[in-house]
């Protein structure tokens, strides 16, 4: 039975493979009948692929049927390796001495039977094999003798004079002899019992299953395939042996079932109409592993542009200080601030365009994003003509972005033409300030426009929104600009925290509101003070610290920040803080609450602002910016250096700790004399320096690392493991 009989028969639970008995040649050698007739053929030897197609071809050559036959097997066939070494499987074939008696008679009427085989295929289908009729085929019947084997899937015996062969039978077999199961584990065959091979699950099969689904706001739609499979299960080929287990070999089989027009239906059912690609479901239809396809495919919507600020003038002073060839500072060269004159054209605000709509596999319209204009707030010194700013006064330009809101305003001059002292006096300015002198001991100077210092500061404070440049020495002193920045960021953090809290409490008083209690002790939604006391008591006990926090935070420092902030801090005031004849009420709350979270919100947002701070050395001293440093003559001597920028030190850094949100280059760091030097960056920057002395202590991120030897041309970074290395 070849393999493509066995695979159609198989339709039920089990199915049946006959064992073929093998007779010996009672020691005869074989004899080869020629080929004249019908009825002068007694044996017959033939050739096949395997046993069972090498016997069916013989019969047909004799014109007998099975039962009229001795069947002996003279050589197994083999299948090689891709096709080398292959071997023919050759069976003999003699006549019963009584189906002999029958076919002479009916000799005339087997002439005339349809589908005889021609002299030529009767021949390619004769083994004429060398030495099949010397002792070399007497050999390999020998071989055989008290030995089992399954060919093809039907299992074969041969007797022995000394011994009988037997098989086990192995999982998920039937093994059933004479017609009876034999429940035994092992058992003995001859050639005479009849064999029936029954296998458990001959067939498994798994469905096709598919699905389309819609991604990405529906403009994509993907088919998912994983194709089915049936496992045909086998009783597998086994060589000659005195003993064999019988066992399985499983084929599996993938079956992809999924047609085209199952999918053309369910794109139907899912409305999908737009971008289909007719292609990939094709190709779907004849996958053999689990695939996706994205059978159909939208049009993305276009962003469009949000509005903008085109600058006419230069609005960014640069670095004041400038290194000279010899490495100086080049005082002639300092660039100063940019001034504008009345009437002069600053910038055009330009509009948003909106974005090109897109199309769903739907075929619904997908809305292009939401482009928003330039919110405008103009301050002094400045007007709005035909969406462009015109200065009508002149001075410095001052525009600050934060996202689409924009600050402009022309920022007054303050210019002190000698030293800043208990003479002059603190110098308190609302725009920008430049001391032809120097700042003296114990003196201060705030601004919320640039600082510009000629000479040097000794024992000095300098407080500014924007940017300050000393062409003298910072002596034990400390500079901030960029104040506004950081009190926003940080003031930020608590309005969040404040934030949400309140959110807490409106819905905390909202459920109140519907309990008999608060009804009946009198309480009322036009005045929630009472209320409100009693919740800050029991359950938000750390919210007046910080709405205390903040408010002295704006009282002290409020004139740095615009005057939304210092209206939360009164609203605060008047209904945490302070007992107050106003009435609140919970539309009070929420715009409280709103407020708050926009200012949070806003904080967050990155300004386009240019602030730095640039001088020419600093000893002792403290430095912070929400910009760039550079220190561009000797350095820094024992200072603490913060910036949210870069720090750029063209001299050497001996003592002291330097921080550079940005990243850090330096010339040399370290001291002979054992001050401690300590370089900072956060974990994702890059430390670089030319020279870094014995003592030099690197920290990236939570990482630190201790020079314990003199390094030059050092550049150091965190690794995947959070350790720093050197690149």
Request: glycine share 8%.
């Amino acid at each position: 039975m070849t393999n493509e009989i066995l695979e159609s028969n198989v339709e039920n639970h089990f199915h049946s493979i006959h064992g073929l008995v093998g007779e010996s040649l009672n020691g005869k050698s074989p004899n080869y009948p020629l080929v004249k007739g019908r009825n002068s053929m007694q044996r017959f030897i033939s050739k096949g692929r395997n046993i069972e197609e090498a016997i069916n071809l013989g019969l047909k050559v004799m014109g007998v049927e099975r039962e009229g036959v001795e069947i002996e097997v003279v050589q197994m066939g083999s299948k090689g390796f891709i096709g080398i070494g292959r071997k023919p499987a050759i069976v003999k074939l003699s006549l019963n001495q009584n189906s002999h008696e029958d076919q002479e008679l009916s000799t005339s009427n087997d002439q005339n039977r349809d589908g005889d085989l021609s002299i030529e295929e009767a021949i390619d289908h004769m083994s004429f094999e060398d030495g099949l009729e010397d002792d070399g085929s007497i050999n390999k019947q020998d071989d055989l003798l008290g030995k089992v084997w399954v060919d093809n899937g039907q299992v074969f015996v041969k007797d022995s004079s000394t011994k009988y062969p037997a098989v086990t039978i192995g999982e998920g077999i039937k093994l059933i002899k004479n017609n009876e199961e034999i429940k035994e584990k092992s058992t003995i065959l001859t050639e005479k019992d009849q064999v029936d091979i029954q296998i458990e699950g001959d067939i498994q099969k798994e469905t096709t299953d598919w699905k389309v689904h819609l991604e990405d706001q529906e403009l994509r739609a993907v088919l998912e395939v994983n194709p089915g499979y049936e496992i045909h299960r086998n009783l597998k080929d086994i060589e000659p042996d005195e003993h064999i287990e019988l066992s399985i070999e499983e084929m599996k089989e993938v079956i992809n079932t999924l047609s085209y027009e199952e999918v053309i239906e369910e794109l139907d059912l899912l409305r999908i109409a737009y971008g289909i690609n007719y292609n990939e479901i094709i190709q779907a239809t004849t996958v053999t592993e689990p695939s996706q396809f994205t059978v159909a495919k939208g049009l993305k919507p276009q962003s469009g542009e949000n509005g903008w600020v085109e600058y006419k003038v230069d609005i960014n002073p640069q670095n004041g200080l400038v290194e000279g060839e010899d490495g100086k500072v080049d005082f002639r060269e300092s660039k100063l601030i940019p001034t504008v004159e009345k009437g002069e054209f600053i910038a055009v605000i330009h509009p948003p365009k909106p974005g090109i709509p897109g199309v769903t596999v739907t075929n619904e319209p997908l809305p292009a994003p939401q482009t928003f204009p330039i919110k405008l707030s103009t301050g002094k010194g400045i007007a709005e003509v035909d969406q462009q700013l015109v200065a009508t006064e002149s001075g410095r330009p001052s525009i600050e972005q934060r996202g689409q809101l924009v600050k402009a305003a022309i920022v007054p001059k303050l210019l002190h033409r000698g030293n800043v002292n208990l003479s002059s006096g603190n110098i308190r300015f609302n725009g920008d300030v430049e001391i032809i002198g120097e700042v003296e001991e114990n003196m201060l100077v705030e601004a919320d426009g640039e600082i510009f210092v000629h000479k040097s500061t000794s024992y000095a404070s300098l407080t500014t929104s924007n940017s300050i440049v000393v062409k003298g020495n910072v002596v034990s002193s400390e500079l901030e600009a960029g104040k506004s920045n950081m009190l926003m960021v940080e003031l930020g953090h608590l309005l969040e925290k404040m934030h949400q809290q309140i959110d807490q409490m409106i819905t905390f008083i909202k459920q109140l509101s519907q309990s008999q209690a608060f009804k009946s002790n009198g309480f009322s939604m036009t005045d929630l003070q009472p209320l409100i006391t009693i919740i800050l008591e029991k359950r938000f006990k750390g919210f007046a610290s910080h709405a205390k926090e903040y408010q002295e935070a704006i009282q002290s420092e409020g004139e740095f920040l615009s005057e939304e902030w210092g209206q939360v801090a009164n609203e605060l005031k008047h209904i945490f803080l302070t007992l107050s004849n106003q009435r609140i009420t919970m539309d009070r709350l929420i715009n409280l609450s709103k407020k708050m979270k926009e200012l949070a919100e806003f904080s967050q947002i990155p300004t386009d602002h240019n602030t730095y701070i640039s001088i020419a050395e600093a000893d002792n001293s403290s430095l912070y910016c929400s910009g760039d440093i550079n220190i561009i003559g000797k350095g820094s001597i024992n200072s603490k250096v913060h910036t949210d920028g870069h720090l750029h030190v063209r001299g050497l850094v001996r003592g002291g700790e330097v921080y550079g949100r940005l990243g850090v280059k330096i010339r040399e760091v370290g001291s002979n004399s054992g001050a401690k030097t300590v370089v900072s960056v956060p974990g994702d920057q890059i430390i670089k320096i030319n020279r870094a002395l014995e003592g030099t202590v690197l920290k990236i991120g939570n990482a630190k690392y201790t020079l314990y030897e003199e390094r030059k041309h050092v550049m150091a970074k965190l690794n995947e493991s959070e350790e720093i290395i050197f690149v």
